[in-house]
C-alpha cells in the first residue's frame, strides 16, 4: 500500500480513536517510525505530511537523516532505541530529543555533550512498564531522581516519559502498561510542577488506538505507515 493510503487510514482510526475518547485529535501527534526504511520512503512519507520520525539506532539515522535534514530543515527525528554511551555523541548531534533515555549514566553523559550549546536536546525517560527487553526506568522513585539529575543540566530539557507495552494480543495487558505511563507523569508533574511533562509517547502499529484511549500525546507508527522494514 502507497504511504499516502497508509496514512490516510491511520488518520481515520487515530480520528475514530479521538471521538470514542472525547478527545481533541489535535492532541496526538504522529511519528513515523522510519528504522530499517529506505530514504525514498522516507521521502515519500514527508511528501505525505510527516514531519516527525523515529530512528532506532543511531548510525542508520545519521547516514539517512544528515542529508535528509539538509534538504529538509523542518523535518525533526527522534532516537527511540537504545543508546550506548560510545554513540552518546553523535546522538546528541543529530536528534531533537533522546526518547529512549532510561539511565542516569546516559543522563550525565549527554548532559556533559551538551553543556554551553545554543540548541537544548530533548528527553524524553523510559519508563520499563512490562515490555520484555526491561528498558527503562524500573518505576517512579527511579523516574524521579532521574528527572533530578535531568534538571542540572542546562543543555537537557525533560518533555515527558516514554513507554513501549509487551507484545500481545492482550488488551488488558496493553492498557495496564498505558495506565502505568500516565500514573507516573501525574507523580512527576506534582513532584516537578514547573518541568513539562507534556508529551506522553506510547503507542504502537498494533496497540496505538488503546495509547490513544489511555492519553497518549505521541504514537510512534512503523509499519502501519511504511510497511515492512526493509533495509
Ligand atoms: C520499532 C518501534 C516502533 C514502531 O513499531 P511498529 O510496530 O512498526 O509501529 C515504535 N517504538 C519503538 C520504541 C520501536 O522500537
Request: glycine share 8%; proline share 2%; charged share 25%.
Amino acid at each position: 500500500m502507497a504511504i499516502m493510503d497508509a496514512l490516510a487510514r491511520i488518520r481515520e482510526r487515530i480520528q475514530a480513536a479521538c471521538i470514542r475518547s472525547g478527545r481533541e485529535i489535535e492532541t496526538v501527534k504522529l511519528m513515523g517510525v522510519s528504522k530499517f526504511q529506505t530514504l525514498e520512503r522516507i521521502e515519500a512519507a514527508f511528501d505525505a505530511g510527516i514531519r516527525l520520525f523515529g530512528e532506532s539506532r543511531v548510525q542508520e539515522a545519521a547516514q539517512k537523516f544528515i542529508p535528509f535534514k539538509g534538504q529538509h530543515p523542518e523535518a525533526e527525528v527522534h532516537l527511540i532505541g537504545s543508546l550506548q554511551r560510545n554513540k552518546a555523541k553523535a546522538a546528541a548531534a543529530l536528534f531533537e530529543t533522546i526518547q529512549s533515555v532510561d539511565r542516569e549514566a546516559l543522563i550525565r553523559e549527554l548532559g556533559a555533550l551538551t553543556a554551553g550549546r545554543e540548541r537544548s536536546l530533548g528527553i524524553l525517560l523510559e519508563l520499563h512498564t512490562g515490555e520484555e527487553t526491561k528498558r527503562g526506568f524500573s518505576d517512579e522513585r527511579a523516574l524521579c531522581q532521574a528527572a533530578e539529575q535531568v534538571l542540572a543540566y542546562p543543555g537537557l530539557v525533560l518533555r515527558g516519559l516514554m513507554t513501549m507495552a509487551p507484545y500481545t494480543d492482550d488488551r488488558a495487558v496493553i492498557r495496564r502498561s498505558f495506565r502505568a505511563l500516565v500514573s507516573a507523569q501525574g507523580a512527576l508533574v506534582s513532584r516537578f510542577p514547573e518541568s513539562d511533562w507534556s508529551c506522553l509517547s506510547m503507542g504502537m502499529s498494533h496497540d496505538f488506538e488503546i495509547a490513544i484511549e489511555e492519553g497518549s500525546t505521541l504514537l510512534r507508527i512503523g509499519t502501519a505507515l511504511f510497511g515492512e522494514r526493509t533495509l
